[in-house]
């Protein structure tokens, strides 16, 4: 099995998948770092090295592929169709099924499956359908690895600050308990469900994501449209904290705990300073230079989005401290900076 790094290597030019440049993120020469992570601390040695992703299709799989893919490694993809060609493995994750031959000589399993969350109101099918995209499916992974004879060295599964529940005001890290509700629930269900990868050996490591500022897919996906058209406005009375991360930096954070032999367990990937949902419509106003005028209302939201509503009035003020000591280094800390990102 190939032990090469995943980290980064396209060249010293300081840019992201974005092809821009980041706020910070520099090496110890002055170098700009792209892979968040300290020079040669806990890493293996260079070469090419095969990556198995599941959720390949969406906004951070999509990216995350993209990144490794620019920098020569091998990326397997998992879909539910025929496979189309030995870059495709076969699997089921509603039913928990997964072609496990397809996963050899894999140097890594990345899972960031699951139905989008705010893709439709919450319905008992769907909160199922939900449910089940993560559970059942990472469950056939984590099987399937553990089973493995000659397993990936590391298994990172998918997992989101939702995790936290609401937190108001106060700040949390990976240290703090799972919340009370529908999502910390599913987020403990979510990361239980990698436990036959972890004690088969394996190391296992969750990315609890935040809120991931692109252009197209996501929340802000559909921020952006509004916002540009002068249509945006603080959502209930913008209180409530977000914790954002550009997806720049979550994929450098994902490359980055992929490197690193030392790491494991949960990993908040969110920036390093959480603002409020007023603070995001302003910084939209501002690097968009429009107007934002027009406030949604919470009985509104509760009325339109259901249950959902709770997740967007909700405030969840999540710090990455893991990530920070490891020595990873965000590009794009500030929101005004996340958002120019995406443009």
């Not at 025929?82 to 399993?109: H, K, Q, S, T």
């Not at 705990?257 to 990993?267: A, C, Q, T, V, Y």
């Not at 939201?301 to 990873?328: H, I, K, T, W």
Request: aromatic letters at 6%; a neutral charge.
């Amino acid at each position: 099995m190939d032990d090469g790094r995943l980290h980064d290597r396209r060249g010293d030019d300081g840019r992201g998948d974005d092809g821009r440049r980041g706020e910070g993120h520099h090496g110890p020469h002055g170098e700009e770092r792209r892979d968040g992570g300290r020079h040669g601390e806990g890493r293996r040695g260079g070469g090419r090295s095969r990556v198995a992703v599941a959720g390949a299709s969406g906004l951070v799989g999509g990216a995350l592929a993209r990144s490794l893919t620019a920098d020569g490694h091998e990326v397997v993809r998992l879909v539910r169709h025929e496979p189309r060609g030995a870059d495709e493995v076969r699997w089921d994750p509603e039913n928990g099924r997964v072609d496990a031959a397809g996963l050899a000589g894999c140097d890594a399993v990345v899972n960031l499956a699951g139905a989008g969350v705010g893709d439709h109101r919450w319905t008992d099918a769907y909160k199922t359908r939900i449910r089940s995209s993560r559970v059942h499916g990472t469950t056939a992974l984590a099987e399937a690895v553990a089973a493995m004879e000659r397993p990936p060295r590391v298994f990172v599964n998918g997992s989101a600050v939702g995790f936290y529940g609401e937190t108001g005001d106060r700040a949390v890290d990976e240290s703090a308990p799972a919340g009370e509700g529908f999502l910390p629930g599913l987020c403990v269900e979510w990361e239980e469900a990698a436990a036959p990868a972890r004690k088969a050996g394996v190391r296992t490591v969750f990315v609890r994501t935040g809120l991931v500022v692109a252009r197209r897919g996501g929340a802000w996906g559909r921020l952006f449209p509004l916002f540009r058209a002068g249509l945006g406005g603080r959502l209930g009375d913008g209180s409530q904290y977000w914790s954002f991360v550009a997806l720049h930096d979550e994929v450098a954070a994902i490359r980055h705990l992929l490197d690193r032999d030392d790491l494991s367990g949960p990993f908040n990937l969110t920036a390093p300073r959480p603002v409020t949902n007023r603070e995001v419509t302003v910084a939209m106003g501002r690097v968009l230079h429009r107007p934002t005028p027009f406030p949604v209302p919470a009985p509104v939201l509760r009325a339109v989005l259901g249950e959902m509503a709770g997740d967007v009035l909700g405030s969840a003020r999540v710090l990455p401290a893991r990530l920070l000591e490891s020595g990873f280094r965000f590009a794009f800390p500030e929101i005004d900076g996340a958002i120019r990102a995406a443009l």
